[in-house]
């Protein structure tokens, strides 16, 4: 099964600094790229998801940027602070019945 | 809010013992999945379901099996443990995109 393939596995910023994960897909027949974020002891919970036809979403420090050229997707988390320490995962609709096609995650840690 | 409950935290359990998983969603979602979630390999689907009685095998259900009777409800069996079963295994819900997780179980097999 086509796959989601996510960079980096680990990520250390320091407090303030910007958060980028990426995430590239190997076809464009999909239409639903959310991200999760899974704190420690937690299951994972949706965080922002995206559609290809809008190039950028952005929920407060939280952005989605989409490249459907590129077949790239990519979380950038703006003035990270240690609370946005957590496993995020990028994902992809699977094309039926509601299953997603996920990356392997990257863990974040922000350092204060 | 929608919840999703599972039936233990943690749980430890020998080589060789069946073992039942137990999730509860009250949203009334169709849809349900189980996944097992290891360092460095992601969230792998073991099995999904999208009515009662309906299943549907995911990516790694060898040594797995699901029992969905009611809606709001999904089991994970394993039938015989083993050691390489070790894992945290998460629950999951969705009548749309998003999917709603459990807090998860983690299993140790011994």
């Known amino acids: 099964q086509q796959q989601v393939k996510q960079s980096p596995q680990s990520l250390i910023v320091q407090k303030g600094g910007i958060s980028i994960i990426n995430c590239a897909y190997e076809?464009?027949?999909?239409?639903?790229f959310p991200w999760y974020q899974q704190f420690p002891g937690k299951g994972p919970a949706l965080l922002i998801a995206?559609?290809?036809d809008v190039s950028e979403k952005k929920e407060g420090r939280f952005t989605i940027s989409f490249n459907k050229s590129a077949k790239q997707f990519s979380l950038h988390i703006m003035d990270s602070q240690p609370g946005d320490s957590a496993t995020y995962f990028c994902?992809?609709?699977?094309?039926?019945?509601?299953?997603?096609?996920w990356g392997l995650g990257t863990s974040l840690a922000v350092n204060p | 809010d929608v919840k999703v409950t599972q039936s233990s935290r943690y749980l430890v359990k020998r080589t060789g013992e069946k073992v039942f998983l137990e999730c509860v969603q009250d949203?009334?979602?169709?849809?349900m999945f189980w996944y097992r979630q290891d360092p460095g390999l992601g969230l792998r689907l073991i099995y999904f379901?999208?009515?009662?009685?309906?299943?549907e095998k995911g990516d790694i259900p060898e040594g797995y099996s699901v029992s969905r009777e009611k809606k709001e409800r999904f089991s994970l069996i394993l039938e015989s443990a083993s050691t390489n079963q070790t894992s945290m295994y998460l629950c999951?819900?969705?009548?749309?995109?998003?999917?709603?997780f459990g807090p998860g179980t983690r299993l140790t097999v011994l």
């Open positions: 999951a819900s969705t009548s749309s995109r998003e999917q709603f």
């Open positions: 949203m009334d979602h169709e849809n």
């Open positions: 994902a992809r609709d699977a094309g039926n019945n509601r299953k997603l096609i």
């Open positions: 379901s999208y009515d009662v009685k309906m299943k």
């Open positions: 076809n464009t027949a999909f239409d639903y």
């Open positions: 995206i559609r290809p």
